[in-house]
C-alpha cells in the first residue's frame, strides 16, 4: 500500500467539487495509518468519493479494504460517503 505522506498542516478541506486525485489522497491516508492509526472505515468512505469522481483504481482498492471489514463497517461507511456527497 502507501509508502509516501502527506502535509496535514498544509491541507485544505475536500468539498463536492473535489478531484478525484484529492479524494484517493484522502483514502490513502487512512488506509496506511499515516495518522497513527489505520481507519478503513475512512479509508471506504473515501475510496468510495473517489470512485465516484471516476478514480477507476479506487474502486479495487476499495474491494481491498471492504475485504479486511466487517459488514457492519462497511455500511457505516457507505452511510459517511452518502452523508458527505448530500451534505455538499
Known amino acids: 500500500m502507501f509508502q509516501g505522506t502527506f502535509d ?10 473535489a478531484l478525484s486525485d484529492i479524494l484517493f489522497e ?20 473515501w475510496f468510495n468519493l473517489a470512485a465516484l469522481k471516476g478514480r477507476k483504481d479506487a474502486v479495487a482498492l476499495r474491494q481491498e479494504v471492504a475485504g479486511q471489514m466487517s459488514d457492519t463497517e462497511i455500511s457505516v461507511a457507505q452511510r459517511e460517503a452518502r452523508a458527505w456527497v448530500s451534505a455538499r
Request: hydrophobic share 45%; glycine share 6%.
Open 8 to 17: 496535514l498542516e498544509t491541507a485544505t478541506p475536500v468539498d463536492a467539487s
Open 26 to 45: 484522502r483514502e490513502i491516508y487512512w488506509a496506511s495509518g499515516r495518522s497513527g492509526i489505520v481507519d478503513l472505515v475512512a479509508a471506504h468512505k
